[in-house]
């Protein structure tokens, strides 16, 4: 069989592994020419499936969606199914947050949208000076231009040359990430100070009258591997966004909607920010469609709502499938599936349980000393496992080496799909080796069992290459 490809993407002209299908946790890949059974999704792709493979439900959700729905351009005539969507994410989220939705069909298009929504506000609220977008050094925001243009990592800097201007329109503050740069002996209060110095420092020095908002995924994802914002760290964010008439976005594609709230609802940010604390606009994707329809969003705060209301009221031109009215009906259908049957509640609980036996099993227990493994972070459904040449030091390994990418083979090897990504340790330099782990909400506790044996077996293996190769 041929393994020349004619799809233009990651390994040009050759073919990746081919999904088969698959059926709750588990599918069937083909390989290079292999089939391989009983493949335990230990990532649902990059953190999108809700439901876990062949939801039954979702067939008929599907066809009632095909049976109701016929395309419009959206800004001149609309469905009934994007309101209720977006009525819906309102309602199960903290009442007074948002306002208003658009949905579109990606992560990144979601973000392209929100810089344009704040620009567009700053006019509504007759503030043209105010161009600047601030966000992240090792951060990821998506694969158009403006969007890697608020991003940083080996993805954005392959083409600084075309991103949008980085010294004087997208700024980047330093990365908030305890594990490395949190100080020996420096506590979580100081530490979240630093971050907040620099971020003041950053507003001040190019005139707060210019900066239109801050930037941060809740909890970070591919660039960063699920860092956690340590206590105070948002909550700092929100106070000075207010104090210099800054909007807050924060880009929830990959860590939100269901994937790691505390309350069986939607928000990844009601973990960290304080009660009456919300963001002005977020971004959101992945689980919304779990995987069976290309749909992602934006939420809009009432504060926004308002100023276009008093403003221009208007927002000229959209996507063709903006509010697409099939994808939305497929997403509540979606939605209220997950809801109804406690799904993201159940994410919360048995991801939570994963991340504390992963530790337990590679980080914490009596074997752990001489594994590769420096950090086990997460929250809720998404977890991420850093690999370090030296646990002590925390140094990386050598970047040819690919620790990240050897170690979801060797994932495969022991039958479990997770993602490996470098870059961690410095965007620049592309070090720091980890996988991540965002498994379907569907999970049960023998499901997690099966997830953290296969991933233990997978470090041990890799452990065992790396002495081989020497570089260890
Ligand atoms: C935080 C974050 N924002 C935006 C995106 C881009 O989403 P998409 O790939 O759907 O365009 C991603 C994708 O992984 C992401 O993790």
């Not at 729905?69 to 009525?87: F, R, V």
């Not at 161009?131 to 993805?155: M, P, V």
């Not at 964010?237 to 790691?260: F, P, S």
Request: glycine share 10%.
């Amino acid at each position: 069989m041929s393994t020349d490809s004619y799809v233009f993407q990651s390994v040009i002209n050759k073919k990746p592994p081919h999904v088969l299908g698959g059926k709750g946790v588990r599918m069937t890949i083909e390989k290079d020419g292999v089939v391989y059974d009983d493949i335990v999704d230990g990532v649902t792709g990059a953190a999108v499936g809700a439901l876990g493979w062949g939801d039954e439900d979702v067939l008929k959700i599907i066809n009632d969606a095909a049976k109701n729905s016929s395309y419009t351009y959206p800004s001149l005539i609309g469905n009934q199914a994007s309101e209720d969507l977006a009525k819906f994410y309102i309602d199960h989220s903290p009442k007074g947050a948002f306002a208003s939705a658009l949905w579109c069909c990606s992560g990144s298009e979601s973000n392209e949208n929100a810089l344009k929504i704040i620009r567009q506000y700053w006019l509504e609220r007759g503030k043209p000076k105010k161009t600047k977008f601030i966000s992240r050094e090792t951060s990821y925001h998506g694969f158009t231009l403006g969007a890697l243009s608020i991003s940083s990592n080996g993805r954005a800097e392959l083409f600084k040359e075309v991103l949008i201007d980085q010294e004087n329109t997208c700024l980047k503050m330093p990365v908030c990430f305890p594990y490395r740069f949190q100080k020996e002996g420096q506590t979580t209060e100081e530490y979240v100070q630093e971050l907040m110095d620099a971020l003041e420092e950053i507003i001040l020095k190019n005139d707060p009258e210019t900066i239109a908002s801050v930037t941060v995924e809740t909890l970070p994802g591919s660039s960063l591997g699920t860092a956690p914002p340590p206590p105070g760290y948002l909550p700092g964010i929100r106070r000075l966004c207010d104090k210099y008439d800054i909007l807050m976005h924060l880009d929830e594609v990959m860590c939100g909607t269901g994937r790691a709230n505390p309350n069986g609802r939607l928000n990844c940010w009601e973990n960290f920010l304080e009660p009456g604390q919300f963001p002005d606009i977020q971004t959101v994707g992945k689980t919304l469609g779990s995987g069976y329809v290309t749909i992602a969003g934006i939420l809009v705060g009432p504060k926004i709502k308002d100023a276009y209301v008093k403003g221009s009221g208007q927002i000229i031109g959209s996507h063709t499938y903006a509010s697409h009215g099939f994808n939305c009906a497929v997403a509540l259908g979606i939605q209220k599936k997950i809801m109804e049957n406690g799904l993201t509640k159940n994410m919360f609980e048995k991801g939570n349980l994963m991340g504390e036996k992963l530790k337990e099993a590679l980080l914490l227990g009596k074997d752990c000393e001489n594994n590769i493994v420096g950090d086990v972070r997460g929250i809720g459904g998404f977890w991420s496992i850093e690999f370090v040449k030296n646990k002590k030091t925390k140094e990386p390994f050598a970047k040819k080496l690919d620790v990240g990418h050897k170690m979801q083979d060797f994932c495969f090897k022991n039958k479990i799909n997770v993602m490996g990504m470098q870059g961690s340790c410095s965007y620049k330099t592309g070090e720091g080796d980890f996988i991540l782990l965002a498994p379907s909400f569907i999970i049960t506790e023998e499901d997690v069992d099966e997830i953290v044996k296969r991933t233990v077996q997978a470090v041990k293996d890799c452990t065992e290459w790396l002495k081989e190769e020497g570089a260890l």
